[in-house]
């Protein structure tokens, strides 16, 4: 057996009687993916195949490639970008998302928040 550590966080608090979500995602060639959403509690990540890029509140955009992990940390964060970067090839990602209780597990961003918020993105460090 070989085992390697892809990720260790400690992750924000999370809600009793959470339950947990896997969930396999797969973009199509060039997908821009889904509109700026929040999720209700933490998601970590696994890409399994392909390059997509990546975009959370505070931070610039940046490439996640095949074999890398990746976590959010849910509730306000607003989870922006998660696009297919290949315009030729599917890319595949492994999500394990904490739902909470009560809560939609994805929560779109009305355009009146993106505006109002549009001056504090971070733009990607090649823009």
Not at 55 to 80: R, S, T
Not at 92 to 102: E, K, L, N, T
Not at 103 to 116: G, P, R
Request: charged share 20%; hydrophobic share 45%; with cysteine.
């Amino acid at each position: 057996m070989v085992q390697k550590d892809l990720l260790e966080i400690v992750p924000p608090f999370i809600a009793q009687g959470s339950s947990a979500m896997i969930r396999l995602l797969e973009l199509p060639p060039g997908d821009p993916g889904l509109a700026p959403h929040r999720h209700s509690g933490p998601v970590f990540g696994y890409m399994l195949e392909g390059e997509m890029l990546f975009e959370l509140e505070g931070e610039a955009p940046y490439p996640i490639k095949a074999g890398e992990a990746f976590w959010e940390p849910g509730g306000d964060v607003i989870h922006y970008t998660i696009a297919n970067l290949l315009p030729d090839k599917t890319s595949r990602v492994i999500v394990v998302a904490m739902c909470a209780p009560g809560v939609e597990m994805i929560t779109m961003v009305s355009d009146e928040e993106l505006a109002a918020k549009a001056s504090e993105r971070i733009p990607a460090p090649n823009q």
